[in-house]
Each structure stands twice: as structure tokens, then as C-alpha cells.
């Protein structure tokens, strides 16, 4: 029976120097095969993308520094497969040379009806409401989880 | 008040569990520490027979011990049909034997290093301290690795790895850090590979390269030959 309800996660991100720099090659060189890697990874839905094929030019926030990452998946689990048990790992070893580091949350799970595709807006305000409330069952984390809402969607 | 949640709150009174104890106390028997060091080294379902071969004791007695660690929590028993005969005459299933998933620990005085290392990586995580702990890493990887002999096998499984090969990669089967590397996986992973660079770095001559190769399930280290670039 297919799930009531599907994964949708946002993350943010302030790149410590231009996206053309050298610092940040290494970055811009792993979007394709990355972005390519969670397309074709078990579970994976949705993401957000430009006709470039990523999302690294959106610039959803007041901040104009802030970048972007949104994205669905079936499951908390085949997220996680992606995000920590995959070649994307090795990739974010290097987030300290490509990122500053955030004192607000950067990263914010929710459950939305299957088959829906949140927008920026709603990621954004999924974002605040973690911020603010911490994790709940309307915006959590990997550490502290909720499960998706019981009966059918609506 | 949500962080709290996550600290580890075991192994507080004076005396370890009996549970724990009894376990520990178990493995005391020589031929039953080898039957469930053999099943644990295999790395999947052992049947009595294997195991008994392997270490060189009767069938009987070897159930007796593998049955044994399984009632103590040590290995988890199932059944399956070994070979491709079905229906009535196909023979009984085999009872097969595999390490039991959960953490079995005793330590005297109480200790709850686990407690501390979740407070220390979440400040650590905040603080965005990933290079100097990869450095601190390779630093004490490379000092152990001095300090051992050349065997790049020896020296992981003595470090509680697993090592086992693949192809030609030697894959590791336990993480030395499974609840930290769950809470904190690019922190404690980029570690974890800094500390077996750093291993490989002190043993010297060119013992291999350390990758990282993760898979649900499994370390998130490999280790490829030197010179291959797969």
C-alpha cells in the first residue's frame, strides 16, 4: 500500500566564497553527479532545480547569501540512505571549506501529503517554525524525528 | 528540554546488570568464546555444523554453547533450508546463528564515555570544528599506527573494524562509534576516515588507501590498494 505521506526536507547554506571560486570547485564540480546520484537513489521524489539542473542559483531568503537545497523522498529512511550512507558523504566532509558554519538551524524535515510539492515558501516557514519551536512533529530533524501523521492524507 | 533527550543514561549504578554481567561471564569458556568469536567473524548466519567444524568440537557441544549465548542475548537463532530440496522429505530447516543486533557493556568503575562524546560532538558540531578533529584524528592515527606492526588487517581488527575482503577492497563490517556516528554522521564519519588515513599513514610503507565507501549497514570506510585508482 503506497504511504499517505512523503518526506520533504530544505536545507541552507552561505558559501564562504564566490560560487566561480576555486575554493568552492570542488563544490560546483560534485552538483551534477550528486544531483544525478539522489535522482536516481531508491525513494527519492522530487527536488527543486532551475533549467541548470540545481538549485544553486535560487535565492529564496532576505539574506542574498543564503542558498537552497529542497527536495521530497518516500521515506525518512531512504532520505537518510542518501544524505548519510552514500558517495554524498564523502562529499560533505568538505563542509567546512565550503560553508560557514550557522548557529540557526540549516536543516528542516516535514511530512507532506503524497504526491504534493512544497514550495520555497513553505520550506521557508517550516525553517522558521523549527528555529523557533525546535523539533516537532511539523518540522523535526534526523536527531529528533516524528512520524508521519496516522490516516490518510488530506 | 529536546536535548536531553538524546544522552545516554545507561551503565549508572555501581555493578554493570546482571544481564550484562551473565553475558560478559559467558564468553569466560574458551570453546564457547571461539564458537561466537567464529560466528561474529563470519559476518552472517552460521549454522551448528559450521561452527562446530571451525572450532574443532562435536556438533552436540557446539549447539549447547551456541544455544547458550543465544539465550544470553549474544546471538540471535533462525531457521532456513539450507540447499534447493522442498516440501515433505526436503529435510528440517538448519538452525542457523548470527551476532544479535544490541550492545552488550560492563565497565567498573562506572563509566559513560558515550554520555560525554555525545556532549563533546554536539559541541563540536555547533562550534563547526570538523578540520581540527579530522586533524586530531589523523594525528592519533598516525601514532597508532606507528606503534603496530605492518598488517593493515590486523591492525583494524584489533581496533574492533572487522575488516573483511572484497574484491579488491578490504571493507569494514563494525563502526567503533555506531550511536555517535548515527547522531553525527559527517562529523563522525570525516573522523573516522581521517583516523584510519592517519592508521595507514603510521604503518608507513605503502600499506593502502583509505576511501570513504559507505553502505547502510556497515563502516563507512574501505580501504583500496595503493596504487588503484577504482
Not at chain 1, 553527479?33 to 535522482?39: V, W
Amino acid at each position: 500500500m503506497a504511504p499517505a505521506h512523503h518526506l520533504a526536507q530544505v536545507n541552507v547554506a552561505i558559501v564562504r566564497a564566490p560560487l566561480d571560486s576555486p575554493q568552492l570547485a570542488g563544490f560546483v564540480a560534485a552538483l551534477e553527479p550528486i544531483n544525478a546520484l539522489a535522482d536516481h537513489s531508491p525513494g527519492f521524489v522530487w527536488r527543486l532545480q532551475t533549467e541548470d539542473g540545481d538549485a544553486t542559483s535560487i535565492r529564496p531568503f532576505e539574506d542574498e547569501r543564503v542558498m537552497v537545497n529542497l527536495s521530497v523522498w518516500e521515506s525518512l529512511e531512504s532520505l537518510r540512505a542518501f544524505v548519510y550512507a552514500s558517495r554524498h558523504l564523502d562529499v560533505m566532509r568538505h563542509r567546512r571549506e565550503w560553508f560557514h558554519r550557522m548557529t540557526d538551524p540549516y536543516l528542516a524535515l516535514w511530512w507532506v501529503p503524497a504526491g504534493t510539492i512544497p514550495t520555497v515558501a513553505e520550506a521557508r516557514e517550516r525553517l522558521k517554525l523549527l528555529t523557533r519551536d525546535g523539533p516537532g512533529p511539523d518540522a523535526f530533524t534526523f536527531r529528533e524525528p516524528f512520524p508521519a501523521p496516522a490516516g490518510a492524507a488530506r | 528540554m529536546s536535548s536531553g533527550r538524546r544522552i545516554y543514561n545507561g551503565g549508572m549504578d555501581r555493578v554493570p546488570p546482571e544481564r550484562d554481567l551473565a553475558a560478559i561471564g559467558l564468553l569466560q569458556d574458551p570453546v564457547r568464546r571461539a564458537l561466537y568469536g567464529h560466528v561474529v567473524a563470519a559476518g552472517g548466519d552460521v549454522s551448528r555444523n559450521q561452527a562446530a567444524e571451525a572450532v574443532g568440537v562435536q556438533r552436540s557441544l557446539a549447539a549447547f554453547h551456541l544455544d547458550k549465548l543465544v539465550e544470553a542475548g549474544l546471538l540471535e537463532a533462525s531457521f532456513r533450508r539450507l540447499g534447493d530440496r522442498r516440501g515433505p522429505g526436503a529435510g528440517r530447516p538448519a538452525k542457523l546463528y548470527r551476532r544479535a543486533a544490541g550492545e552488550v557493556e560492563a565497565s567498573l568503575p562506572p563509566r559513560t564515555y558515550e554520555t560525554a562524546a555525545q556532549l563533546l560532538a554536539e559541541a563540536v558540531d555547533q562550534a563547526g570544528a570538523d578540520l581540527e578533529l579530522q586533524a586530531a584524528a589523523r594525528r592519533a592515527g598516525q601514532a597508532g599506527g606507528r606503534d603496530a606492526g605492518p598488517a593493515i588487517e590486523q591492525l583494524l581488527e584489533a581496533r574492533g573494524y572487522e575488516p573483511y575482503p572484497d574484491g579488491n577492497r578490504l571493507r569494514l563490517r563494525n563502526c567503533p562509534f555506531a550511536h555517535l556516528a548515527h547522531e553525527f554522521p559527517v562529523l563522525v564519519c570525516s573522523m573516522n576516515l581521517a583516523l584510519v588515513e592517519g592508521l595507514l599513514e603510521g604503518i608507513g610503507k605503502p600499506a593502502g588507501r583509505a576511501v570513504m565507501d559507505p553502505a547502510p549497514g556497515r563502516c563507512c570506510v574501505a580501504i583500496t590498494s595503493k596504487d588503484n585508482q577504482d
